[in-house]
């Protein structure tokens, strides 16, 4: 499991930068034993109208192309 929340990590570290241009910033909460990743939207995504585009088209789409073993990402509130 380490090897994979690894590689989530680096897959985050690229998508990062485009969050940051618009002031927002995802965290890694957890990957679980289900391949299930989940984040925490912060900065200008916590509140966007477009989180939900920004969480599947970007995020996801991002680190299930570099993990191809996660399922799915989802969002998690504070």
Do not use: H, Y
Request: aromatic share 4%; with cysteine; proline share 3%.
């Amino acid at each position: 499991m380490e090897e994979i929340t690894s590689k989530v990590t680096a897959a985050i570290a690229l998508i990062r930068p485009f969050l940051n241009e618009d002031g927002g910033d995802v965290e890694l909460v957890e990957v679980t034993e289900s391949f299930e990743v989940k984040v925490r939207l912060m900065g200008s995504c916590r509140d966007c109208s477009m989180k939900q585009s920004t969480l599947k088209g970007g995020i996801e789409e991002t680190i299930i192309k570099a993990v191809p073993e996660v399922r799915f990402v989802v969002a998690v509130e504070d």
